[in-house]
C-alpha cells in the first residue's frame, strides 16, 4: 500500500492523478441529492475546511485503512466521505463500522471517475483530497499544506512515500 495518492484543491476545480489541474466547474449532484453547500474558498490555510473523498470498489481489504487515515488527520476540520462504487465484496460491511463518522455513499458501479465526482458533489469543504481506496494520508498533510496556501491557489502536491 502507498502513502496517500491525493491532491489537494480548489471546490471549485477538477483534481487529476497527474500533475495537471484544469478549471471547470463542479460535476452535477447525485440524483435525488441537492447540491452540497461547500465552504467559501480558504484565502489562507487557516481558512481549510477538508473532504476527504475516497472512492472503493472491492477494496475491503484495504479501505478501512484508508478511512482510519483520513480521520486520523491531524486537523479540526474534516469530513470523510467513502463513495462505493457497486463492490461484491464486503466493503459495504467494513464503511458500515464507521458510523456517522464517514458518510457512505453507494451506487451502481460508474467506474473511478463516477465514484469521485459522486464525492466531489457531495463534499461541502473549500479543500478537496481525493484519497485512494488502497492508500493512507499521514496525519499531518493538512497541515503542511496549510503552511503554503495562499489566496488563488489551486492545487497543492507533496512527495509520496512507500509504506509498503
Sequence with gaps: ?????ASLAWQDRTVSATPTVSPAPP????????????HPPAARGDDIRLSVVIPNYNYARYVG????SA???DWPHVEVIVVDDG????????????GARVTALHQANQGQVGAC???????RGNVVIFLDSDDVLDPSVVREAAAVWRSGLSK?????????
Design 156 to 164: 497543492v502536491q507533496y512527495q509520496m512515500r512507500s509504506v509498503d
Design 65 to 68: 485503512d484508508a478511512i482510519d
Design 1 to 5: 500500500m502507498a502513502a496517500a495518492r
Design 87 to 98: 463492490s461484491t465484496d464486503d466493503s459495504r460491511a467494513v464503511i458500515a463500522r464507521y
Design 71 to 73: 480521520l486520523a488527520l
Design 27 to 38: 460535476p452535477p449532484a447525485p440524483s435525488g441529492a441537492g447540491p452540497a453547500a461547500p
Design 117 to 123: 465526482n459522486t464525492g466531489f458533489a457531495a463534499a
